[in-house]
């Protein structure tokens, strides 16, 4: 089956200018995004995820290794078709409005007419922002600037997202509207590859990650996998009466096991925020 991104053995050294130096900021990587899945490109700063990235849309050579998009060899720019890109820091005409910035980027895709004017009241519903469709962009605080950049990256309908760091810089709120509309795409059918040195931003989305540090590929696989501790298991129980966990204690360790603590459950301080931000009613539908 073919893969909706595809490296073989990529490897990009950078040389330094004035300097009888070279950077290795990738080094002999392998990785394949499935059609139809979110995947994860995770790792600190200048771990090379970006870099990858660039390479994989054509914007960098690569020293050696091989990229293909939908089984199309990514250096041939008829490839780019089934791509729609969000750098890290997209930059916008600050004059236009919303709607102007996607009717442009919808006339560089081939669109016009009533055509041109239907996607881009779809993509703008889409993305939450029917409302600021006539204010400038120059307005925008930073997480509508990721959203009517994810709203760009969308115009051309693409099989493939590449999302750079989409959440950087984005307050709590914000970041979860951008995962929720990571989610909508992926139901959608879309494929997502997206990267970012955040682990907990993305553990809500994603399939599959895998973990980079300087310039190589250190771990990967599916999340649950990643995250599970081999050989614990946790049980959630709500109102224990008293005196129970000697019982436990006595069951498990009869059984075999070993019985390690009792610990109440938490949420993350993120779910926190958005609990006392948005109310407890609007977290639980995001999380639907």
């Given at each position: ?57 054509g ?35 600050k ?25 881009v009241?779809?993509?703008?519903e ?36 590449v ?73 959630v ?9 000697e ?17 109440r459950?938490?949420?993350s ?20």
């Open positions: 089956m073919t893969a909706a991104a595809e490296i073989e053995g990529l490897t990009k050294i950078f040389p330094v200018p004035m300097r009888r130096q070279k950077v290795l900021a990738v080094s002999d990587l392998n990785l394949r995004v499935e059609k139809g899945e979110v995947y994860g490109l995770l790792g600190p700063n200048g771990s090379g995820k970006s870099t990858t990235l660039k390479i994989l849309l914007l960098v050579s690569p020293t050696r290794g091989k990229c293909r998009i939908f089984g199309e060899p990514s250096t041939d720019y008829r490839s780019h078709r089934h791509v729609g890109f969000l750098p890290e820091n997209p930059y916008f005409y004059f236009l409005t919303a709607n102007e910035t996607l009717r442009f980027y919808g006339k560089l895709c081939g669109l016009q007419g009533r055509k041109l004017k239907a996607r009241d779809e993509i703008l889409l993305v939450g922002m029917e409302d600021a469709r006539e204010r400038r962009v120059g307005g925008f605080s930073k997480g509508m600037l990721q959203r009517i950049g994810l709203a760009q990256a969308m115009m051309q309908d693409p099989d493939l997202l999302l750079d760091e989409p959440t950087a810089g984005v307050d709590p709120v914000g970041s979860r509207g951008i995962r929720d509309l990571i989610l909508r795409l992926k139901g959608l059918g879309k494929t997502v590859l997206l990267t970012s040195h955040l682990l907990e931003q993305v553990q809500e989305v994603c399939d599959r990650v895998g973990i980079m540090a300087k310039g190589r590929m250190l771990r990967e696989g599916r999340l649950m996998e990643l995250v599970s501790v081999e050989g614990q298991v946790e049980y129980v709500e109102g224990v009466p008293e005196g129970i966990e019982k436990v204690r006595d069951l498990v360790e009869v059984s075999g096991g070993k019985f390690l603590g009792v610990r459950s938490r949420m301080l993120e779910m926190v925020f958005l609990r006392e931000t948005l109310g407890q009613s609007e977290v639980g539908e995001s999380q639907r």
